[in-house]
């Protein structure tokens, strides 16, 4: 299977949650692609206006793709501007599969990590995509090392057919 890995991630903590998901994917034989979303001019954290964040084209061919994972961090109990920006203008979802994960900081998932999952899986529906998997990792939780175990166990077995 063809994966591509779509990330947003300003310190890190998303991009090695996409790694790790590579890496274990790559070990079962997809053939992964990974890119990280980059901004021109650079990342203003104070911009919240998706229409004046300004991503660089995208590498991966998404239409070649046949399933594409979208992550990215929270922010300000919402999914971060650049990621949202690029759902918005991401063309060719209709019908694919998709994943989607996010990382955040705050103790609970109800102070970001869910509305983010929302607001990035329903732009996707919109889009036509249908969304296999939404995942949320506590980075500051002692328990993140299993989470991230766990998300990537549960993405390689969808992935692999089997849904336990
Ligand atoms: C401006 C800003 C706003 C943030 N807002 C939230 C938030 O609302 N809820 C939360 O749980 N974490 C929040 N965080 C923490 C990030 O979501 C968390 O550190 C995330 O893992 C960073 O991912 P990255 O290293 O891939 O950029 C915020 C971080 C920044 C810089």
């Given at each position: 299977?063809?994966?591509?890995?779509?990330?947003?991630?300003?310190?890190g903590?998303?991009?090695?949650?996409?790694?790790?998901?590579?890496?274990?994917?790559?070990?079962?034989?997809?053939?992964?692609?990974?890119?990280?979303?980059?901004?021109?001019?650079?990342e203003?954290?104070?911009?919240?206006?998706v229409?004046?964040?300004?991503?660089?084209?995208?590498?991966?061919?998404?239409?070649?793709?046949?399933?594409?994972?979208?992550?990215?961090?929270?922010r300000?109990f919402?999914?971060?501007?650049?990621?949202?920006?690029?759902?918005?203008?991401?063309?060719g979802?209709e019908e694919?599969?998709?994943m989607?994960?996010?990382?955040?900081?705050?103790?609970?998932?109800?102070?970001?990590?869910?509305?983010?999952?929302k607001?990035?899986?329903?732009?996707?529906?919109?889009?036509?995509?249908?969304?296999?998997f939404t995942?949320?990792?506590?980075?500051?939780?002692?328990?993140?090392?299993?989470q991230?175990?766990?998300?990537?166990?549960?993405?390689?077995?969808?992935?692999?057919?089997v849904?336990?």
């Open positions: 299977m063809k994966i591509g890995i779509i990330v947003h991630s300003k310190t903590n998303t991009s090695l949650v996409a790694e790790r998901l590579k890496n274990r994917l790559e070990k079962e034989e997809h053939e992964v692609f990974m890119e990280k979303l980059s901004i021109i001019g650079g203003d954290q104070s911009q919240q206006d229409n004046k964040i300004n991503i660089e084209p995208l590498e991966i061919a998404l239409e070649e793709m046949d399933l594409l994972i979208f992550g990215g961090p929270v300000g919402q999914a971060s501007p650049p990621i949202k920006a690029l759902l918005g203008k991401v063309e979802l694919k599969d998709a989607i994960f996010v990382t955040h900081a705050f103790p609970f998932n109800w102070m970001g990590g869910n509305s983010a999952i607001q990035m899986k329903n732009i996707c529906i919109d889009k036509g995509a249908n969304i296999l995942g949320i990792i506590d980075w500051k939780n002692s328990k993140r090392e299993v991230i175990d766990s998300l990537v166990g549960s993405i390689t077995r969808k992935t692999s057919g849904t336990l």
